[in-house]
Structure formats: structure tokens, C-alpha cells
């Protein structure tokens, strides 16, 4: 799918996904990304959403946001309680879903100034 509104410079938006690759902005990644409004992280060298752990909620939290959101690839899966317990712990809200709707939902967040994070899984 293609996004093609871009409504303000200097936020990170999502431009496409599919094919085993998400596109923000211009830079096209091919594993797990970790995005935020103004910021792009490596995520986890992890196969998927499955293995997730509590140490891998660090680099999600280190960024602030008040709703995170999890993409897990084509299909939705949910990671070990644990990882969702680090976010319940801090009054974060975890949103788990497949990697389109993570996607579409950043941005929507992101247009609505919501200080929102994604770990997206291609």
C-alpha cells in the first residue's frame, strides 16, 4: 500500500509497507524498525513479535510515548505477557496488530500530534 499525503516536514512517516519492507520517508527497511515521531531506531534482531522479552521494551520506553504500537507482520501475534507488563507497569498503553494496521494507525497518531511509538515487523 501507498501513503502519498504528507502533511508536515520533520516527522517520520510511514510510506509504504509490504514485500517484507516498510518505508519511512525515504529510507526503506527490510527488518524489525522501531519509529517514533521524530525518531528511527534498529529494532530487535528477533524473528518476530513471539519473541519478544521485558529487556526488549527498554529501547520502546527510552523514547517517551504514551501509546506504543506493535506490528507484527502480516499476520497479528502476540508476545509473552512479559513484554506487554513492562508498558502496563508505566501506564503505557500496547497495541498489538499486523504490521498494515500498525502502520496506518502511526500515521493517523502521528497527524494528531500523539506522542505514539511503533516496533513494526516487515
Keep these: 500500500m501507498r ?14 509497507y509490504g514485500g517484507g519492507e516498510i518505508k519511512v520517508n525515504q529510507e ?3 527488518g524489525p524498525v522501531i519509529v517514533s515521531v521524530s525518531q ?3 529494532g530487535p534482531a528477533i524473528g518476530g513479535a513471539g519473541e519478544l522479552t521485558e529487556a526488549h521494551a527498554a529501547p520502546l520506553l527510552a523514547l517517551e510515548p504514551e501509546l506504543v504500537l506493535l506490528g507484527t507482520g502480516a499476520r497479528q501475534s502476540f508476545p509473552a505477557a512479559n513484554f506487554g507488563a513492562e508498558f502496563l507497569a508505566k501506564g503505557i498503553g500496547l497495541e498489538v496488530m499486523d504490521t498494515g494496521a500498525a502502520c496506518r494507525t502511526f ?7 500523539r506522542r505514539v511509538v511503533a516496533l513494526l515487523f516487515p
Design 107 to 113: 500515521n493517523v497518531l502521528v497527524a494528531e500530534h
Design 28 to 30: 526503506v527497511y527490510r
Design 3 to 16: 501513503f502519498t499525503e504528507d502533511s508536515s516536514s520533520g516527522i517520520n512517516v510511514i510510506r509504504t
Design 40 to 42: 528511527i531506531v534498529p
